[in-house]
């Protein structure tokens, strides 16, 4: 009875149960009258087959409560106690949470590497956050340091890049203020001078109240997709996001790349929704920059009529500058110019090329592109059956196009960045670490989304055999 009443004792202290419990007495005897062979054998081997039924018997029993699970062990204990219980994590749900922040430190030592000492104290507070994460549910603290983790990188590394994009944007601003073509021409304050503008008519609005420092506006769109994706609780995309070295620099370097994110996030946010509408906000990203035009062809692919609409009708509306006041030769000489300013290769597959062949022109380089461009659309249009599909068969073509000539930058990569970050935590599974804020308005707007616009989901591919009897009883029907 003292070794019965001794092991009882240890295995409550293990379970994490009332020292005092006849519900465990209760399935002890019960055991025992069920069992009376059992009782007979060593006493070691009978000890540890009754700690295991014990604990395999009150730790895997669960009690519904009203907001979430806890073990039964919980409200055998004390209240102090039943509270802990209930805030121990569930790995099932915080799993994405430590993920993320174990990304989260491993791009916050790339920023203390470049002589940043802020990154260096973010790894330590997010170290803190994750072994607080694997103790208690910290959901929403997770999400709030990588969103202020975020936002503190942006501000240390503020102006730590440097691009001419948006000197030669406020340059093209201030000539169509003053009446002038802002295609067709170089201008003076690119660096080198004679840097063409080769961007859409969006963005001579879309910069224009803030003209003097156009920089502030794609700091402010950062923060804004930031915010954005905290709202949303995807913790691994969010990570990323908040933390990625090129996004950083991106934020302020003088680069209008992170703006062509956002506009490239509406539309891809909503094509799955709605095929017309995320044609027309396409076509919107597009007369921003060009380059969001890589997505046209998975969209026409998937949607043909709704495609071909929504881009067209969209297209002629905010083009009308460029084919009834500047001409569209001159803006395809600015595009055409702007792919030979930079003189020479880099961070390109071009420039590998290069560097191991040698001698190879840059003309060369720049065609081999654009041939692997059609090779990647051509490729992926069996597989675009989704507006999945849709948004990574667009990804690819893009990387293909603007990384495999002779000039890139990783600026490219804050364009794509923001629907990659946004969709990433779905795409890998880990869409039930989603950290759900009080209330849930993201969850209810989702279900109120769902019913009014439900996603277009792919349809069913029938086999041929079936296919062909439905074809041939409608011939004979006829």
Known sequence: ????????????????????????????????AETPGESGRSVARYQAGLRRRILERFSAA?????????????????????SHARLRPDPATAGPSWLALVVAIVLAGQAGQVGRPVGVVLVLVMALTLGLSLRWRLGWLVIGV???AGVVMRFDLLHAGMSDVLTVTRSAIETTLAGGDPYGIGYASSSPPGAPFPYGPLALLWYLPFRTDPRIVEFAVSLLVLAVLALRGRPIGLAIYALALPL????????NDTSGGLFLLAALVVLPRSPIGGAGLLAIATAFKPYAAAWLVPLVVWAPAAGLVGFVVVSLLVWAPVYLLWGVPAFFDSLTRSQSIHGRSAYSLGAW?????????????????????????VATVPFVRSGRAVIVAGALIYLVILYTGSWSTPAYLASLAPILCWNLDDWIGQGAGRVAWPGDPIGRLTVWADAHWPVRMPEARRPPTEAAAEGSSTDVGS
Request: charged share 20%.
């Open 353 to 377: 090329l290069s560097s191991v062949l040698g001698g190879v022109s840059e003309a060369s380089l720049d065609r081999l592109r654009y041939v692997l461009g059609l090779t990647a659309a």
């Open 248 to 255: 950083l620099l991106a934020a302020s370097d003088g680069s």
């Open 146 to 148: 990588l969103a202020v």
């Open 62 to 82: 669960r009690w519904e409560g009203p907001s979430e699970v806890v073990p039964v062990r919980s409200v055998l204990i004390s209240p102090s106690r039943a």
């Open 1 to 32: 009875m003292r070794d019965q009443r001794r092991l009882l004792a240890e295995v409550v202290a293990e379970a994490g149960l009332a020292r005092s419990t006849r519900a465990i007495e209760q399935f002890v005897a019960r055991h025992q």
